[in-house]
């Protein structure tokens, strides 16, 4: 769009940016002071210097956490992507089962995130749970409270059901806003299947499946209230994501230098990785 | 009220769109800017009704300075390219829009929606959104929406572009109509030079960001002052070729050569471009001088009255555009006639040197 | 290669076909012949995509059968019917280069790399793309990406039939018909049989040898360019082909002639106009009517200059409009005056139909 | 054809279930509940809902979610629609880094902030409030509006602004009159994230919240790990934390997935 050039549109931006500043300039202020002092409590204060970042990126627990993270990350990225578009290539396009299809497929995202932990905490516990009595009847030997390997398979089967719709919805808004001219030129091409998927489809949805993978990327790095509900972490540290870790840090220990040390290495990733998903995704995107 | 452009430039970061500008545009009068797409045409329009502000340069309506007021204050209205309604109000709501901020009384708005939407052809659809129209109903709604408040300046950019050709006709008939009883300045963009003529009126040729010529639509039509002009206000483009006047003759390079009559004989010798309208060259001979010529055609188009005939005259693309059907098969080697007595002929610099047997000046 | 033909075919959307306004396109018999240029034309909404739709396998009819070289195609999909299509809007593989575009419909044959390579380069020369064969396709121009679509029909020696939906939408004016004679050129060299709908009369008539003219569903008359000029079946057709469009005044009939406002005028269809019953209308372009000594009484109303030719509108004494079109050189009577009628080209219509016509009532 | 629909038709199911047993476990008693497995209630009941709603700390934590999830997205959106405009419309200096920046906000850790708005809302007095929740929240849910809004905004051509201007509206009567209800359907569908984001986060408003405006979500973590396992309270609350959301997916089914199409990165 031809835009035209005016200073005082800053006018119409302004309330947007105090208030988004008041919430994250001023408490990431704080995180920035916390994390080069020391505390022994009393509201006393000492420089630190940079001696919480060296300790917090040479530990080990931060590793581990941060590998965990990873692991998670790119876990539920590698399932809920192509299982979102899949679905999203198999849903219908027009009439009456869009709006249910839509509807039911959104429920997911809109239970508060606690309840999602709830719901499947109770879901497959073992004895009374659906799924954990479930699989122990077909002969699994299944207990996520004391089984790290349930715990991690219990935790990336509740993401997956937590936030594959989004994919979904993305994908197939994506999909829909394909002209139909774009269809019947691949059919007169005598396109197969596959290759009006790769052709037509995934072209036209780059843009949206960009997103997806940002969003699934940020949320899933910051996921903390559902794997606390679930599994509080374990058995032992086995699901300790960063943002657990770090919770457990500021208030479970109330070593705030670390843990502000810690917040702001954590969101520097995020940034970084953010950026390099971005600028990958993004090329040739320009030419 | 006139409206004068003084000395207008338009820079948008580095890029000029409009070259320093003058133009008066007199009460009552229909005037077209005439150019290609991305000529210039928008932002002038823009300019006029005070949308963008000047580079430089001063705008002057009705003898007051009017460059940096607001565009609400000024008295203008705007018809697009796109058919540019209220999506959320109803065909009646648009229309009365403009006299609700007037603070015009109840009874007298309802009234001129009435009269303005049974002008336009609009009163059973009063009561529909826009997006329940057609397309010619919505940008009929769209000029009633302009029409209905008496501005002193009402813009047309390119109203009939997106409309079926025989909409397009209906309503560029109906249009000089409308204009017909006000004393506004009627200002209207448009790509096609058949447009301009037909409306009549004043017409400005546009190009690249510059008026290259303004006046009577039919005295620039007939001189046009250099060789954009020309070509500006030609459909299908101006044939063109060099020649070189050599004493009483002008030279055509191999293909014809023929006496310089009239004004064309005082030229001085040397070098011109022609410029030879397609209608102007023709299969049978016609008109003052036909002259032969020979070309190749490239694609002779037949319409149920008429004969385009594309082809291929010493390098340069020709057309000629005449009455009748003939049908020349593609490649063939075929003979045309120009009609020199009705060449433009251009110097150097690309100025009208003469033109139809008249001294340009 | 193939012909095409209609065996009573029809479509219609409502669940009960047999009550017929509910027809979106009525019955019809027709027989497109191998290599020739069609036309559908017509006003938005008149069915000429409905048809297109139907003989590309996009949509199925309703009623009768679509048979290519008489094979019934009931049940084919488009990608077994051998044709090509070229859209409104461009459609191309963003992602692909210029050639991979062209290449793709050979490809998905299984088409040997060496044979598509030659096929590719021989359709990049016709559509003047060989520049660009390795860049991207979407950063192309508009024209560009019309041109690599036909380009990817034209691939394919197997075509029986590319068919264009108003391919000429998004092109810049001026571009416009440097694409049309484009296309009209390739029709000319390779003699495959293509078919184009537009709205637009002069895209139809100079690119058509027949033009299929349509209107609510119906197809109202077929022909050439020429027919449909000279010899329109029906009022509409006068009105839609031809611009201006022909002139229709209410008349009587007697003595084999036609009786406007008292005035006996000569007719082609006199005779057969005789017996017909209902609403008598005598239809007579602009072109042929001449302004004369004697004939229907008129008054010149208006006068529009449209450079290579003028179009004067006239009131009848029954307060009809009735428009000439004459050429500069020919004055113009001031005031009351008469015209007269190239007899055979002015015919009596009765409700609407030509009175003796293949279709009369 | 048939087989294509099966695909969503599992996935639903796959969705579905974790629900059931959600609703399934609602309407039981305790007794049964820690008896054994049983695919639907045997002894059906309603006392859990019954205990839910004539227990004060129970349903106004639902009040009070509702509040500040209210207020939260009346405020984001407001806030939002004249800077998605400027956006939209205008090139000013620096436009380009604040639209950025205000989308890494979308990435900032709740976990990081938590206590530091604990601090701040409390250093301002605000803690305990709905509007601090409320406030806490815009954090992640005016980025989010403003990208929304922009998209839909860029769909709507700058002619409609110029042809009210030239009929003479002032800049906020185009907004408020023309303007807003053509993108309506885009406010409807930035109304909705904003609830929905509010709704569903827990850590951020459990943080700033004590008693006056502790929301729902967070009254059931108390539950959870005070009285024991009472599942079946439990699960009727959490049942009761899906409905808002099923009623707002309901009410702009048809909007989603056109709101997504028209964002922009």
């Known amino acids: 769009m031809r835009k035209t050039v005016n200073q005082r549109a800053w006018l119409f931006v302004l309330p947007v940016i105090v208030l988004v500043a008041f919430n994250a300039l001023l408490p990431l202020m704080t995180v920035v002071n916390y994390s080069v002092q020391e505390t022994f409590g009393n509201n006393e204060f000492f420089w630190a210097g940079l001696t919480w970042f060296e300790q917090v990126i040479g530990s080990e627990r931060f590793h581990d956490s941060l590998i965990r993270q990873m692991i998670f990350t790119f876990t539920i990225l590698a399932i809920e992507i192509p299982l979102g578009v899949v679905i999203a290539l198999a849903m219908p396009r027009k009439g009456f089962w869009v709006s249910v299809c839509l509807v039911l497929m959104a429920l997911p995202l809109l239970i508060p995130?606690?309840?999602?932990?709830?719901?499947?905490?109770?879901?497959?516990?073992?004895?009374?749970?659906?799924?954990?009595?479930?699989?122990?009847?077909?002969?699994?030997?299944?207990?996520?409270?004391?089984?790290?390997?349930?715990?991690?398979?219990?935790?990336?089967?509740?993401?997956?059901?937590?936030?594959?719709?989004?994919?979904?919805?993305?994908?197939?808004a994506g999909l829909v806003s394909i002209p139909d001219a774009y269809y019947q030129a691949a059919k007169i091409d005598g396109a197969s299947s596959w290759a009006i998927f790769r052709y037509i489809q995934l072209p036209k949805m780059k843009r949206v499946l960009t997103i997806a993978v940002l969003l699934r990327f940020m949320d899933s790095f910051n996921i903390y209230t559902e794997p606390v509900v679930l599994t509080g972490g374990g058995p032992g540290n086995s699901t300790t994501l960063l943002s657990i870790d770090l919770v457990k840090i500021?208030?479970?220990?109330?070593?705030?230098?670390?843990?502000?040390?810690?917040?702001?290495?954590?969101?520097?990733?995020?940034?970084?990785?953010?950026?390099?998903?971005?600028?990958?995704?993004?090329?040739?995107?320009e030419d | 009220m006139t409206l004068e452009l003084k000395s207008v430039v338009k820079r948008v970061g580095g890029e000029t769109h409009i070259h320093p500008t003058d133009?008066?545009?007199?009460?009552?009068?229909?005037?077209?800017?005439?150019?290609?797409?991305?000529?210039?045409?928008?932002?002038?329009?823009?300019?006029?009704?005070?949308?963008?502000r000047p580079t430089e340069g001063e705008i002057w309506f009705g003898g007051r300075n009017v460059t940096g007021v607001a565009v609400q204050k000024r008295n203008v209205s705007m018809v697009y390219q796109q058919f540019i309604n209220y999506p959320s109000f109803s065909v009646y709501d648009n229309i009365a829009s403009p006299l609700k901020l007037g603070g015009i009384g109840k009874a007298e708005i309802d009234r001129r929606v009435r009269e303005m939407a049974d002008l336009m052809k609009l009163t059973p659809m009063l009561q529909r959104r826009p997006s329940e129209l057609s397309g010619g109903q919505q940008q009929r709604?769209?000029?009633?929406?302009a029409l209905v408040k008496d501005a002193d300046l009402v813009l047309l950019d390119e109203p009939l572009a997106n409309l079926d050709f025989k909409l397009r006709e209906e309503l560029r008939d109906e249009l000089p109509k409308l204009f017909a009883d006000r004393n506004c300045i009627a200002v209207y963009a448009t790509t096609e030079p058949m447009e301009a003529l037909l409306f009549g009126g004043n017409t400005a040729t546009v190009h690249e960001g510059r008026v290259t010529?303004?006046?009577?639509?039919?005295?620039?039509?007939?001189?046009?002052?250099?060789?954009?002009?020309?070509?500006?206000?030609?459909?299908?483009?101006?044939?063109?070729?060099?020649?070189?006047?050599q004493g009483a003759e002008i030279v055509l390079g191999e293909q014809a050569r023929w006496s310089a009559d009239g004004t064309v004989g005082d030229l001085p010798d040397g070098e011109y471009t022609i410029g030879i309208r397609p209608h102007r060259v023709t299969v049978a001979p016609e008109g003052g001088q036909p002259v032969p010529i020979r070309g190749s055609v490239k694609i002779a188009e037949l319409s149920g009255s008429e004969s385009t005939i594309h082809f291929d005259m010493d390098g340069a693309d020709w057309v000629s555009l005449g009455h009748g059907i003939h049908d020349l098969p593609i490649g063939a080697e075929a003979g045309f006639h120009v009609d020199v007595s009705r060449a433009m002929y251009f110097d150097a610099e690309g100025r009208l040197a003469a033109a139809a047997g008249r001294r340009a000046g | 290669?193939?012909?095409?033909?209609?065996?009573?075919?029809?479509?219609?959307?409502?669940?009960?076909?047999?009550?017929?306004?509910?027809?979106?396109?009525?019955?019809?018999?027709?027989?497109?012949?191998?290599?020739?240029?069609?036309?559908?034309?017509?006003?938005?909404?008149?069915?000429k995509t409905t048809l297109l739709n139907i003989i590309s396998g996009l949509l199925d009819p309703t009623a009768g059968q679509v048979l290519f070289d008489g094979q019934d195609m009931a049940g084919r999909g488009p990608d077994q019917r051998n044709i090509a299509q070229v859209f409104q809007f461009p459609v191309i593989y963003d992602t692909m280069t210029v050639r991979q575009n062209l290449a793709f419909p050979l490809k998905n044959r299984g088409v040997p790399a060496a044979e598509i390579e030659a096929r590719v380069a021989e359709i990049a020369e016709m559509t003047e793309l060989t520049g660009m064969l390795d860049r991207r396709a979407s950063g192309l121009t508009a024209d560009g990406k019309q041109k690599i679509s036909l380009g990817r029909g034209l691939v394919r020696d197997d075509v029986n039939v590319i068919m264009f939906d108003e391919p000429l939408t998004v092109i810049d004016p001026?571009?416009?018909?440097?694409?049309?004679?484009?296309?009209?050129?390739?029709?000319?060299?390779?003699?495959?049989?293509?078919?184009?709908?537009?709205?637009?009369?002069?895209?139809?008539?100079?690119?058509?040898?027949?033009?299929?003219?349509?209107?609510?569903?119906?197809?109202?008359?077929?022909?050439?360019?020429?027919?449909?000029?000279?010899?329109?079946?029906?009022?509409?057709?006068?009105?839609?082909?031809?611009?201006?469009?022909?002139?229709?005044?209410?008349?009587?009939?007697?003595?084999?002639?036609?009786i406007v406002g008292g005035a006996e005028v000569a007719v082609a269809n006199g005779e057969a106009a005789a017996n017909t019953g209902g609403r008598l209308e005598l239809g007579v372009r602009p072109e042929f009517v001449r302004?004369?000594?004697?004939?229907?009484?008129?008054?010149?109303?208006?006068?529009?200059?449209?450079?290579?030719?003028?179009?004067?509108?006239?009131?009848?004494?029954?307060?009809?409009?009735?428009?000439?079109?004459i050429d500069n050189e020919t004055g113009i009577p001031s005031e009351a005056t008469h015209v007269s009628f190239d007899p055979a080209n002015a015919r009596i219509y009765s409700d609407g139909w030509l009175a003796g016509g293949s279709r009369a009532a | 054809m048939k087989k294509r629909g099966l695909i969503p038709l599992v996935y639903i199911l796959f969705l579905m279930l974790p629900i059931y047993w959600l609703l399934n476990m609602s309407f039981k008693t305790t007794n049964e509940i820690l008896g054994g497995l049983t695919l639907w209630p045997q002894t059906f009941t309603i006392e859990n809902y019954v205990a839910i709603f004539s227990d004060a700390t129970w349903y106004m934590g639902y009040v009070n979610s509702l509040l500040y999830v209210s207020i939260n997205t009346v405020l984001s959106v407001a806030v939002a629609l004249p800077a998605a405009y400027a956006f939209s419309r205008y090139r000013f200096l620096g436009d380009k880094h604040v639209f950025f920046w205000l989308l890494t906000n979308r990435m900032a850790p709740a976990a990081v902030f938590a206590l530091p708005f604990f601090q701040l809302y409390s250093a301002v007095g605000l803690f305990d409030t709905h509007i601090a929740v409320a406030l806490a929240h815009t954090l992640f849910n005016i980025p989010l509006a403003v990208w929304i809004l922009e998209g839909f905004m860029s769909g709507v051509p700058k002619e409609l602004d110029e042809t009210a201007y030239i009929d003479g509206h002032s800049f906020w009567s185009f907004f408020i009159r023309i303007f807003m209800p053509t993108i309506a359907a885009g406010i409807g569908v930035a109304m909705f994230f904003c609830f929905m984001f509010s709704w569903v986060e827990l850590l951020l408003a459990k943080t700033l919240t004590s008693v006056e405006a502790k929301p729902i979500a967070a009254v059931m973590t108390r539950t959870a790990s005070t009285s024991g396992y009472e599942l079946g309270l439990l699960a009727a609350a959490g049942v009761l934390t899906i409905v808002p959301g099923a009623f707002v997916i309901y009410f702009v089914r048809n909007y989603i997935a056109k709101g997504f199409a028209l964002g922009r990165v």
Request: glycine share 10%.
């Open chain 2, 141 to 145: 709604t769209a000029m009633a929406r």
């Open chain 3, 291 to 325: 302004f004369a000594e004697t004939g229907i009484p008129v008054r010149v109303s208006r006068v529009m200059d449209a450079g290579r030719y003028r179009i004067v509108e006239t009131l009848t004494e029954g307060g009809e409009i009735l428009k000439l079109l």
């Open chain 3, 1 to 47: 290669m193939a012909k095409i033909t209609l065996e009573g075919m029809g479509k219609s959307y409502a669940p009960d076909p047999d009550s017929d306004p509910a027809w979106a396109l009525r019955r019809l018999d027709f027989e497109f012949e191998d290599g020739g240029a069609y036309a559908l034309l017509g006003p938005s909404g008149c069915g």
């Open chain 2, 213 to 245: 010529q303004f006046g009577p639509t039919h005295r620039s039509y007939l001189n046009p002052s250099d060789l954009i002009s020309a070509q500006v206000f030609s459909d299908p483009p101006m044939n063109m070729a060099a020649v070189r006047k």
């Open chain 1, 113 to 172: 995130w606690n309840v999602v932990g709830a719901m499947w905490n109770i879901f497959a516990l073992p004895e009374i749970g659906l799924m954990g009595w479930g699989l122990n009847a077909l002969g699994f030997d299944y207990n996520y409270t004391r089984q790290p390997g349930a715990a991690w398979f219990t935790l990336i089967l509740m993401d997956v059901w937590h936030w594959t719709s989004l994919v979904v919805l993305l994908a197939y």
């Open chain 2, 23 to 52: 133009l008066v545009l007199e009460p009552g009068s229909f005037n077209v800017l005439l150019g290609t797409t991305l000529s210039g045409k928008t932002t002038l329009m823009q300019l006029m009704a005070g949308l963008e």
């Open chain 1, 250 to 285: 500021a208030l479970g220990q109330f070593d705030l230098g670390p843990a502000a040390a810690m917040s702001l290495i954590y969101f520097v990733i995020i940034l970084l990785l953010s950026w390099v998903f971005y600028s990958l995704m993004m090329r040739n995107e």
């Open chain 3, 174 to 258: 001026h571009l416009k018909w440097q694409l049309r004679s484009k296309l009209k050129e390739l029709h000319r060299r390779i003699r495959r049989t293509m078919i184009y709908v537009t709205h637009d009369q002069t895209e139809a008539l100079t690119f058509a040898d027949k033009v299929v003219l349509m209107k609510d569903g119906e197809v109202v008359q077929i022909g050439t360019p020429v027919d449909l000029f000279e010899r329109p079946e029906h009022t509409f057709v006068g009105h839609f082909i031809g611009s201006p469009g022909m002139n229709l005044l209410s008349c009587g009939v007697g003595n084999g002639r036609a």
